[in-house]
């Protein structure tokens, strides 16, 4: 159910990304989007087994994780903060821990409690803490550098290694037709995406560049007056 709809994803980024300021609306740019969920909900097409309150779970997720994305934009380069990457940590951290809090008192606690004895590995423990805390560090780097949006699209890109390297070293695991033919159409919406993003930074950077070479001349003719 997860990566049936993490399609939405991208999509909820970009929208709450124009309604926080964070983005501009752009009709092309929501097509990229679109193109991008098109094409993991075919890739996930044939996998969907609808359970409705899981549906309600997964959309509730979505939008939490693009809110996610969108506060941590808003801290590290908005609104005058513009944290560094350790100090969001501060922040973040402690409103992870009590967001899952709440919902492990009432659906994991009792079946902890249900159980003789807890078994908690250290090694693992640590091993699993020091993956995340390297998760969150790298996440805000990206997002310090680029933007909510570019993650998420990154993402998708993350999902399509993941699972041609889950295909490639295990054998129970089999793609479709379908399956390669859903991840291709979002792969063309990353290289769309990252096309659109070049052009961007082209425009940006040309008026830059003609005042220099304006300015040039104004130099030269007054080192020759003198």
Request: glycine share 6%; charged share 15%.
């Amino acid at each position: 159910m997860d990566s049936q709809m993490s399609f939405a994803v991208p999509v909820a980024v970009f929208v709450l990304g124009v309604a926080a300021g964070l983005e501009l609306m752009s009709c092309r740019m929501l097509l990229i989007m679109s193109v991008i969920s098109f094409g993991v909900l075919v890739a996930s097409y044939g996998e969907i087994n609808i359970s409705w309150i899981g549906v309600v779970y997964q959309m509730g997720g979505v939008v939490g994780e693009a809110l996610r994305l969108i506060f941590m934009e808003i801290l590290v380069k908005r609104k005058g903060l513009k944290l560094n990457p350790i100090s969001i940590m501060y922040y973040v951290s402690p409103c992870s821990a009590l967001c899952l809090l709440i919902p492990w008192i009432f659906l994991e606690k009792p079946k902890m409690e249900a159980r003789e004895s807890w078994n908690f590995p250290p090694v693992i423990l640590v091993l699993n803490s020091l993956c995340t805390f390297a998760l969150n560090l790298s996440v805000f780097l990206v997002i310090t550098h680029t933007s909510a949006l570019t993650i998420r699209v990154a993402g998708v890109v993350k999902d399509w290694v993941v699972v041609l390297l889950s295909a490639l070293l295990f054998a129970d695991v089999k793609l479709t037709v379908i399956n390669l033919f859903g991840y291709g159409i979002a792969i063309a919406g990353v290289v769309a995406y990252n096309n659109h993003k070049l052009k961007k930074e082209a425009s940006r950077g040309s008026p830059n560049d003609s005042d220099q070479l304006e300015s040039i001349p104004m130099v030269t003719s007054s080192s020759s007056n003198k």
